[in-house]
């Protein structure tokens, strides 16, 4: 049988597939599902395309700056128009059409001379990892990038106009710079940027410790009020099934249980405080002090490799179910334990995150307002502490305890028997330590690893 060169070429680059991605499945490289597109792609360059399965692993906090010394704080990625999402297609811009430049030591007062985003995440993350949810493979900053925990981004502000992007890794002292002329998303986080700076909402402002000569410190941001005093509302828990008699209201409980079953179960049953909602696999419980409680065991007891950008994906398209979350979240840490990679998250009200006590921690069982438990490629567990923060409009306070007084206070506060040589964060947040009473601005201070929590008003 004779065969004409055309189809000669295609049964070699048939056979090439097949030898090809055998040898990823044994070597279990996830890098690219297009084998083709990766095939075809890969002669063009360092930069290229992969798939888009994963979601951008959002950062715990992102600090806005104006190029005046002054800054906000956000806690919540805001939606697709958000100064977040915007850095990050800003960020996806340049990782696909940009280029590297250098690795330096951090030098941070450098980064916030003008506009520009900061995103300080809850851990180190890989490159790898990171970049998978850009869709794009760029060799440079995989060979190059170690680990990051900050992104600084630095918008051009016209379409000429060159964008910086830092990739730090703090621990190392390690900053990774990539550049991009001609940005077509820059100019529109530029504007974003400069319309928060005038728009007058009332949001606390932040100073740089860099910026103000404060060396003790590392690169920290903190609160700072022009008046004597920054007067704010309380904030106040609310349980969103109570039925107003001091019960739980079953109709709204079945409701939200729902949200997790692939099909409508109905009723539950209570039994020694427990409200129970089950089908073949999946228990949904809700207890009695506000912690609802999701475990599928159809997620198998075998454990395989599960990275952070799947994890963090599946963890995003789960949270989506639960309807009844009314509160801004953010990302606030993330471990592997013995059933799976752990994403904790945790709730703030206008940017100001909640903090939970000791006490309160230990009445939930959970050290954060929401866990999600990944393993296998699906969510074994979820927990949600459900109750919804609302601010108090008929209670105000004040803060004028400033930042100095606060730092005197943590060191004042310390028990350690270490030098302290330098305060690694500090923070405000509205502090939960039960549900009953209304909760109110503290400061948090970190102290060679140490929390200390003080007062923000005397």
Request: with cysteine; proline share 2%.
């Amino acid at each position: 049988m004779k065969y004409n060169k055309l189809t000669d070429i295609a049964i070699f680059v048939l056979v090439a597939a097949a030898v090809f991605q055998t040898g990823k499945l044994w070597l279990g490289n996830t890098d690219s599902h297009n084998f083709f597109y990766s095939l075809y792609s890969s002669q063009s360059g360092q930069i290229r395309e992969t798939d888009s399965d994963y979601d951008v692993i959002e950062p715990e906090k992102t600090v806005v700056g104006y190029g005046n010394r002054k800054f906000n704080m956000l806690y919540s990625d805001g939606g697709e128009a958000s100064v977040t999402a915007l850095s990050e297609k800003v960020v996806g811009d340049v990782l696909r059409n940009g280029s590297y430049k250098s690795t330096s030591g951090i030098s941070w007062a450098d980064y916030i001379e003008g506009k520009a985003v900061i995103m300080e995440y809850a851990f180190y993350m890989s490159p790898r990892e990171y970049i998978r949810g850009y869709g794009v493979n760029n060799d440079d900053f995989l060979n190059n990038v170690r680990s990051i925990n900050y992104i600084v981004v630095v918008p051009g502000s016209g379409s000429s106009e060159t964008t910086y992007c830092y990739f730090i890794d703090s621990g190392m002292d390690e900053a990774h710079l990539f550049t991009l002329t001609g940005a077509e998303s820059s100019p529109e986080l530029y504007n974003t940027i400069q319309n928060m700076q005038y728009s007058g909402d009332g949001r606390i402002d932040y100073i740089s410790t860099v910026q103000s000569g404060l060396n003790i410190f590392d690169s920290i941001y903190v609160p700072q009020w022009t008046d004597g005093e920054y007067v704010y509302n309380a904030v106040y828990a609310e349980d969103p099934f109570d039925d107003g008699n001091g019960g739980i209201d079953g109709e709204k409980l079945g409701d939200c249980a729902n949200n997790f079953f692939d099909n409508y179960v109905s009723g539950g049953t209570y039994v020694n405080n427990v409200y129970t909602f089950t089908n073949e696999n999946v228990v949904v419980k809700f207890y009695e002090n506000g912690v609802l409680e999701y475990y599928d065991y159809g997620t198998g007891t075998e454990t395989s490799e599960q990275t952070l950008a799947e994890a963090y994906t599946i963890s995003q398209d789960f949270l989506k179910n639960d309807r009844y979350i009314r509160n801004d979240i953010y990302l606030s840490g993330a471990e592997t334990r013995n059933d799976g990679l752990a994403l904790y998250y945790d709730y703030a009200v206008d940017d100001i995150p909640i903090r939970i006590s000791e006490q309160a921690a230990s009445d939930m069982g959970m050290n954060h307002a929401i866990e999600v438990v990944v393993s296998n490629g699906g969510v074994k567990r979820y927990k949600r502490y459900t109750a919804e923060f609302k601010k108090d409009e008929n209670t105000t306070a004040a803060i004028n305890v400033d930042m100095i007084s606060a730092w005197d206070d943590a060191i004042m506060s310390y028990s350690g028997s270490e030098t302290v040589t330098s305060v690694e964060d500090m923070s405000i947040g509205y502090y939960l330590e039960n549900e009953e009473s209304d909760l109110f601005i503290k400061w948090f201070t970190s102290v060679n690893g140490a929390e200390i929590v003080g007062e923000t008003y005397k």
